[in-house]
């Protein structure tokens, strides 16, 4: 329940087009795709890996977000028009973590064991950015819409293009 009115109250703070927690409640797919991960991810974690899934697949139905049980997020994570969204299984997204549309955590299909990135904290993930392989994005890091992340990107930087090029310290 904690964690539940840290997520609407992170929305709330984010997102300056919210009136109200109820809006939330009632129509932010976000705050369900968020919700919902942290269910699965506990039967993830406990081996019921079919419900897990089953509950992420309705997720992904429900709100268009899809995020694999075994991914693990952090606190505070904001997702803000979350369509298309998709967070691999080996995944790690840090504490304070602001993801726009159209954004992929995704595996290059090479890789065994950790196959997906690891994001830091205070990231800002543009519009359809693509992280792909077992890479790391730095804390306070800002990559540009639709930059595409192919190698690791250290913290305190500002990163645009495909490839993801640093633009800014």
């Keep these: 329940m904690k964690r539940m009115r840290e997520d609407l109250q992170t929305i709330k703070n984010k997102d300056q087009s919210v009136k109200s927690k109820l809006e939330i409640i009632l129509t932010y797919p976000s705050f369900y795709a968020i919700l919902l991960h942290r ?13 897990a899934r089953i509950i992420a697949n309705f997720s992904r139905f429900l ?24 967070v691999g299984e080996t995944a790690v997204i840090g504490d304070d973590v ?10 290059t299909g090479k890789d065994k064991g ?7 904290n205070n990231v800002l993930l543009s519009a ?7 890479i790391t994005i730095g804390n306070d890091t800002k990559i ?12 305190g930087v500002t990163a645009v293009g495909i490839p993801a090029k640093v633009v800014q310290r």
């Design 128 to 134: 359809h950015v693509q992280v792909i392989g077992p």
């Design 144 to 155: 540009g819409a639709s930059a595409v992340v192919l190698k690791s990107i250290p913290a």
């Design 39 to 51: 269910v699965a991810h506990k039967l993830h974690l406990n081996h019921f890996y079919l419900l």
């Design 114 to 120: 950790k196959r997906h990135p690891t994001i830091g």
């Design 63 to 86: 709100t268009g977000i899809e995020i694999h049980p075994g991914a693990i997020i952090g606190r505070r994570l904001f997702i803000d028009h979350g369509m298309g969204i998709v």
């Design 98 to 107: 602001v993801m726009f549309h159209g954004v992929t955590l995704g595996g």
